[in-house]
């Protein structure tokens, strides 16, 4: 199996469930005969699916309007619904005459260079034996996936991880739209975006379904970061026929396609900049941030004020005098000590401040 051709499709919890959230074989059916047809014309294919929560919650009792919304439960709900979505997986491959493999992920995966390194070459072990890897976060530890996302931006993440040469978001609309079709008769497919920027966000917005807790918005993101790594992406509806095949051979109408860029950012600084929600905000001089335009790194002095609070380490957003957001990054102080140096020079700090707030290392322009 070939390295080089490597696809990721990602599929949500409100394409694989009926309108009372129980998971439906015939959809996972569907999708697994879908990639073995991609597997047979030739390429690797890494599945990334939600889905445990909604394969637990009939077992515990907890389906339709009794799906309980504190954390604690949701997360002992996806370690009962993982197995069991693994295992109609598992089922459905196999009649394809293909294996899966569980993979599951945590954000820390992505940051964390060995941690990044262990992942990829699991991944690229897995497709080089031929097995199917289906990949999802790891509700039972990481409740950010529960409360803020689905796993499109973990998709995105994979598609940069494994050097995927197109990323499909699976969905249940035919792709970017126009305009909302539940209010304007009028909308239509975007067929092609070659740069998502501020008006193309415009036009979507807002959470996913009652199942899922992705959306549009959350598509877009994924395919921006996946863009920014040098990967195409194909935001289609799961519900098509042979939409994996068109997606990947990019026939006309199968959904939006969003062209990589030729720039890239490389993987650590992709999750920087994308991946995680900033804690708080740093506003700089405009001195401060020609330099930090330059690569260089946040000192003390170039901070003029310092919003929200956050430990040392924690992602941050730049701006300027204008409240303009140019950058992101890890800082080094918590939000307190970081008030006490704001403005002052290296010479004028006590023996043993810390005068660095962000290093370049862990700084990242942010992409239009």
Same mark, same amino acid.
């Given at each position: 199996?070939?390295?080089?051709?490597?696809?990721?499709?990602?599929?949500?919890?409100?394409?694989?469930?009926?309108?009372?959230?129980?998971?439906?074989?015939?959809?996972?059916?569907?999708?697994?005969?879908?990639?073995?047809?991609?597997?047979?014309?030739?390429?690797?294919?890494?599945?990334?699916?939600?889905? %445990?929560?909604?394969?637990?919650?009939?077992?515990?009792?907890?389906?339709?309007?009794?799906?309980?919304?504190?954390?604690?439960?949701?997360?002992?709900?996806?370690?009962?619904?993982?197995?069991?979505?693994?295992?109609?997986?598992?089922?459905?491959?196999?009649?394809?005459? $293909?294996?899966?493999?569980?993979?599951?992920?945590?954000?820390?995966?992505?940051?964390?260079?060995?941690?990044?390194?262990? &992942?990829?070459?699991?991944?690229?072990?897995?497709?080089?034996?031929?097995?199917?890897?289906?990949?999802?976060?790891?509700?039972?530890?990481?409740?950010?996936?529960?409360?803020?996302?689905?796993?499109?931006?973990?998709?995105?993440?994979?598609?940069? !991880?494994?050097?995927?040469?197109?990323?499909?978001?699976?969905?249940?609309?035919?792709?970017?739209?126009? /305009?909302?079709?539940?209010?304007?008769?009028?909308?239509? $497919?975007?067929?092609?975006?070659?740069?998502?920027?501020?008006?193309?966000?415009?036009?979507?917005?807002?959470?996913?379904?009652?199942?899922?807790?992705?959306?549009?918005?959350?598509?877009?993101?994924?395919?921006?970061? /996946?863009?920014?790594?040098?990967?195409?992406?194909?935001?289609?509806?799961?519900?098509?026929?042979?939409?994996?095949?068109?997606?990947?051979?990019?026939?006309?109408?199968?959904?939006?396609?969003?062209?990589?860029?030729?720039?890239? !950012?490389?993987?650590?600084?992709?999750?920087?900049?994308?991946?995680?929600? %900033?804690?708080?905000?740093?506003?700089?001089?405009?001195?401060?941030?020609?330099?930090?335009?330059?690569?260089?790194?946040?000192? &003390?002095?170039?901070?003029?004020?310092?919003?929200?609070?956050?430990? /040392?380490?924690?992602?941050?957003?730049?701006?300027?005098?204008?409240?303009?957001?140019? %950058?992101?990054? $890890?800082?080094?102080?918590?939000?307190?000590?970081?008030?006490?140096?704001?403005?002052?020079?290296?010479?004028? $700090?006590?023996?043993?401040?810390?005068?660095?707030?962000?290093?370049?290392?862990?700084?990242?322009?942010?992409? %239009?």
């Amino acid at each position: 199996m070939s390295l080089n051709n490597t696809v990721v499709v990602k599929i949500g919890t409100s394409s694989i469930t009926d309108s009372e959230g129980v998971v439906q074989r015939s959809r996972i059916a569907k999708l697994c005969a879908e990639v073995a047809d991609l597997r047979a014309d030739g390429y690797g294919v890494v599945v990334v699916t939600s889905g %445990a929560i909604a394969a637990g919650l009939p077992d515990l009792g907890m389906g339709g309007g009794k799906r309980p919304k504190d954390i604690q439960t949701l997360q002992a709900v996806a370690t009962v619904g993982q197995s069991a979505l693994m295992a109609v997986y598992r089922e459905e491959f196999a009649s394809h005459g $293909l294996i899966a493999g569980q993979v599951l992920l945590i954000p820390l995966d992505f940051i964390v260079r060995s941690q990044y390194l262990h &992942a990829r070459q699991t991944l690229e072990r897995l497709l080089e034996l031929g097995v199917i890897p289906v990949v999802n976060e790891n509700d039972a530890i990481a409740d950010d996936e529960i409360r803020f996302g689905d796993n499109d931006r973990i998709a995105a993440l994979v598609a940069n !991880l494994v050097d995927a040469v197109r990323l499909v978001l699976l969905t249940d609309t035919p792709g970017v739209l126009t /305009a909302d079709p539940r209010t304007d008769a009028e909308a239509s $497919l975007i067929s092609e975006i070659v740069r998502i920027d501020h008006q193309t966000e415009a036009l979507v917005g807002g959470a996913g379904s009652a199942r899922g807790s992705g959306g549009m918005a959350s598509k877009l993101n994924a395919a921006k970061i /996946a863009a920014w790594s040098g990967v195409s992406s194909v935001i289609a509806d799961a519900h098509r026929d042979q939409v994996l095949r068109d997606a990947v051979a990019g026939v006309p109408g199968s959904g939006t396609m969003v062209h990589a860029r030729e720039s890239r !950012l490389p993987a650590r600084k992709l999750w920087i900049a994308f991946a995680v929600g %900033a804690q708080g905000t740093i506003t700089v001089d405009g001195g401060a941030r020609k330099a930090l335009e330059r690569g260089k790194s946040l000192l &003390a002095a170039g901070v003029r004020e310092v919003d929200g609070s956050f430990a /040392a380490g924690s992602p941050v957003e730049v701006v300027d005098d204008e409240a303009v957001v140019f %950058a992101k990054g $890890l800082t080094r102080h918590g939000s307190d000590d970081l008030r006490a140096v704001a403005g002052r020079r290296s010479g004028d $700090l006590p023996p043993g401040a810390l005068h660095l707030v962000i290093h370049a290392d862990d700084l990242v322009t942010v992409p %239009a």
